[in-house]
């Protein structure tokens, strides 16, 4: 089955500097990697997401770039702000129905 | 956020004992997913269900059951709890195959098996 590894598991950045949090996958197979933002108590919520046809996307301060021959993805937020502290999940999927295979999480801090 | 809700939202249970965590959706999506959440373990999948009656095992499956009778309602169960099981416990949601299709989440149950 799919292996994701997420690094770091805490990062803690200056308000207004960018900060990356990087992983990567197992099965050649996934195609879809998505990433999802948590709070403390609340569910994870789905920030922003790349397919395997797609080399990088920009969302405002966030984006993702995927590399599939080294099968790794990261995200890039830039100009943290406070309202970027929370946990930080990235996920990948192959072909089937089947659910998502989740990184174990980054804690990013923003530090005033 | 989805139409997505979770009952109970929080349980205190005894070891030994049988508890079921329903998921409601409105969104009429076709699939529907249950995962745990622990500390450092991120999200696990537990089971995942592609159409009433059609499920299947994920990565931590064992001791848990799931039920779809109908399109809007996910059934997890643990037919014994165990202390092991403790966690949050998060359903999730997709139109199409999550390969090329977002999930969103409910808002969890917080499970003590003590």
């Known amino acids: 089955g799919e292996n994701v590894e997420q690094h770091p598991s805490t990062l803690s950045v200056q308000e207004g500097d960018s900060a990356v949090i990087k992983c990567t996958y197992s099965?050649?197979?996934?195609?879809?990697f998505p990433w999802y933002k948590q709070e403390l108590g609340k569910r994870p919520q789905l920030i922003i997401d790349?397919?395997?046809?797609?080399g990088e996307k920009k969302d405002q301060r966030i984006a993702v770039t995927l590399n599939k021959t080294a099968k790794h993805f990261s995200l890039h937020i830039t100009e943290t702000q406070p309202e970027d502290s929370a946990v930080y999940f990235c996920?990948?999927?192959?072909?089937?129905?089947?659910?998502?295979?989740f990184g174990k999480g980054t804690h990013l801090i923003i530090q005033p | 956020d989805a139409g997505i809700t979770q009952s109970p939202r929080h349980k205190v249970t005894e070891t030994g004992t049988p508890v079921t965590l329903r998921c409601h959706q409105t969104?009429?999506?076709?699939?529907m997913y249950w995962y745990r959440q622990d500390p450092g373990h991120g999200l696990r999948l537990i089971h995942y269900?592609?159409?009433?009656?059609?499920?299947d095992k994920g990565e931590v499956s064992d001791g848990y059951s799931v039920s779809r009778s109908k399109t809007e309602d996910f059934l997890l169960t643990l037919e014994s709890a165990t202390s092991s099981q403790t966690s949050v416990y998060f359903c999730?949601?997709?139109?199409?195959?999550?390969?090329?299709?977002?999930?969103?989440f409910g808002p969890g149950t917080r499970l003590t098996v003590l």
């Open positions: 999730a949601i997709s139109e199409l195959a999550s390969s090329y299709n977002e999930q969103f």
């Open positions: 099965d050649s197979a996934s195609n879809y």
């Open positions: 790349i397919r395997s046809n797609v």
């Open positions: 996920a990948a999927i192959g072909g089937g129905a089947d659910g998502l295979t």
């Open positions: 969104e009429n999506h076709r699939y």
């Open positions: 269900s592609y159409g009433v009656k059609d499920t």
